[in-house]
């Protein structure tokens, strides 16, 4: 069973900027992971934000982070990061990292990731 921890979340002023790491552990971490983040706003649905195949490196933004954020990997440490950077009010929401076990998914498919973790709180402030 494959274990996903976030952190970095916090309070941060408009214009800010913050990193979120997400530490996987247990199970197998295969190669042939994706890695990916959601996010959920106040009182909406979750919504893809970024994700990264695990070996390959190729990447996928939401177009509404394009060019503000950026995901990344550390194979060695097991952790993916989200470098967030021109932070606005919308991006308030709990940010959750996801791992999901076919290479082949639609990276934005919410529905195609198999592991989840608990979320971390953001709060872009204006």
């Known amino acids: 069973q494959v274990q996903l921890v976030e952190s970095g979340g916090g309070l941060v002023q408009a214009g800010g900027s913050l990193r979120l790491s997400c530490a996987a552990s247990?199970?197998?971490?295969?190669?042939?992971?994706?890695m990916g983040w959601f996010r959920q706003p106040p009182g909406k649905d979750r919504e893809f934000v970024a994700a990264?195949?695990?070996?390959?490196?190729?990447?996928y933004y939401a177009d509404s982070v394009k060019g503000r954020f950026t995901i990344s990997r550390d194979n060695a440490k097991n952790t993916v990061y989200l470098q967030m950077n021109s932070l606005k009010p919308e991006d308030t929401a709990v940010y959750y990292c996801?791992?999901?076990?076919?290479?082949?998914?639609?990276?934005?498919?919410?529905?195609?990731?198999?592991?989840w973790g608990q979320g971390t709180q953001v709060t872009v402030s204006s």
């Open positions: 996801a791992a999901d076990r076919d290479p082949y998914s639609l990276m934005y498919y919410i529905k195609a990731y198999d592991y």
């Open positions: 247990g199970g197998t971490i295969a190669s042939t992971h994706i």
């Open positions: 990264i195949t695990w070996s390959g490196g190729s990447t």
